[in-house]
């Protein structure tokens, strides 16, 4: 096991940890990622405690089919934007019993990229109870691999720190 692996690994366990105390379940709305984030933390023995599903929706068609992001949002902002994130992140909650709900779409390349979204630009967003809602950007460097790892930890760590604290 790589270190960039075991610590894939260790913020998986710590979600896993987060969510089994709080009483939640988490879901997954990953394009460039493929499903990494399904992967990684679905490799942690006991995480069907605290894991719903994954929705791998690579194309636009599945974005709106599956999810329901309206294709008016996919061709206003682009596949690759924080309306359409924050709109998969909504609606994999959705279609899903859970609580939380990460999403992820990205420009891995090594081509795809534009002036304005170029390779290693990927919008993340995390969706929880009570309608809470976060997204950002993020411009990873390196090759296809090293982007979409980088993405996989953000958005896990993304979730970590977007949990409010427990109540004593």
């Known amino acids: 096991m790589t270190n960039s692996d075991q610590h894939l690994e260790e913020l998986s366990v710590q979600i896993g940890k987060q969510l089994m105390e709080r009483g939640e379940v988490l ?22 405690n605290w894991f719903d599903c994954g929705f791998v929706t690579y194309s636009n068609a599945a974005k709106a089919d599956m999810l329901g992001v ?15 994130v924050i709109a998969m992140a909504q609606g ?35 969706a929880g109870p009570a309608a809470f809602t976060a997204c950002e950007t993020m411009h990873f460097p390196g090759d296809r691999e090293t982007v979409r790892r980088a993405s996989v930890a953000h958005a896990l760590r993304g979730l970590l720190q977007r949990f409010p604290p427990m109540l004593a």
């Open 27 to 48: 879901t997954t709305a990953e394009s460039c990622t493929g499903g990494w984030v399904s992967q990684v933390v679905t490799a942690i023995a006991g995480s069907s």
């Open 70 to 84: 309206s294709k008016k949002t996919i061709v206003t902002h682009g596949a690759v934007s924080e309306p359409v």
């Open 92 to 126: 994999a909650l959705q279609h899903s019993r859970a609580h939380w709900a990460l999403a992820i779409s990205g420009v891995a390349g090594p081509a795809g990229g534009t002036p304005e979204k170029p390779v290693g630009t990927v919008c993340f967003a995390w």
